[in-house]
């Protein structure tokens, strides 16, 4: 295990969501709304009385961002932004021991029309690319993506198949769950994108996982750099 982050976070409860983005909290006798940074549905974690961490905002509609949600065994982290920053702490820790010798180029690259998040770079090997999901749903104590349908990420691991002819490319998984114990597409949430990856897989593109969460004190652990995935 490794810590990673350390961030400043308060329990708060859900009151309702009021849409795919927004939530209506209560902490301190106070409601106010909170954002998720997760495009997913979060049926599974988000619901009325569920309990969170919260970071506070300045500005804007609303005042603080969810970014852990309590379960059984601790604290699933949801945030993809921190679970980005996450992950590249540990790439820059040498923590990741897939990724060598490759390390993060650039971050955010557009290719084709569309946005990987990182281009890699070996030297006297060359580029790679890597995209990362958010696989914080959990079932059957596997994490899985997507929970519900998604054409960006559909379109995603098509040009990293493409990618794949000529340079690495590697799909990563963050499983954010405590409970995960490996890593599976979600056929429920987006049976076109099971068979994609299956295919991408087939076709070089390199499958990969990594089990992080968020301590009681409030920090980002990394638990497992190569957690199993099963297509």
Not at 49 to 64: E, K, M, P, W
Not at 97 to 111: D, G, M
Not at 160 to 189: D, N, Q, W, Y
Request: net charge positive; hydrophobic share 40%.
């Amino acid at each position: 295990m490794t810590e990673l982050l350390k961030l400043d976070l308060w329990p708060a409860k859900v009151v309702k969501r009021l849409s795919r983005v927004t939530v209506l909290i209560e902490r301190d006798g106070k409601r106010l709304k909170a954002h998720i940074r997760n495009t997913g549905r979060l049926l599974d974690l988000i619901y009325p009385s569920s309990g969170v961490l919260i970071q506070f905002r300045r500005g804007g509609v609303t005042h603080a961002s969810i970014v852990g949600v309590n379960v059984v065994t601790g604290v699933a982290l949801v945030d993809t932004y921190i679970q980005a920053k996450s992950f590249e702490k540990a790439c820059s820790l040498g923590k990741i021991s897939w990724l060598q010798p490759y390390q993060i180029a650039r971050k955010e690259v557009r290719i084709n029309g569309s946005r990987i998040d990182y281009e890699l770079y070996a030297k006297g090997i060359g580029k790679g690319y890597l995209e990362l999901k958010s696989a914080v749903y959990l079932s059957d104590g596997y994490a899985m993506y997507p929970d519900s349908p998604t054409v960006r990420g559909r379109r995603h691991i098509l040009l990293m198949k493409e990618l794949a002819r000529s340079a690495r490319s590697i799909i990563t998984f963050v499983a954010a769950h405590p409970s995960a114990i490996g890593f599976k597409p979600c056929e429920s949430g987006d049976a076109l994108v099971a068979r994609l990856l299956r295919d991408a897989k087939i076709h070089g593109v390199e499958l990969r996982a990594v089990k992080m969460h968020i301590t009681e004190g409030n920090t980002i652990v990394l638990d497992e750099d190569n957690l199993p995935v099963y297509v």
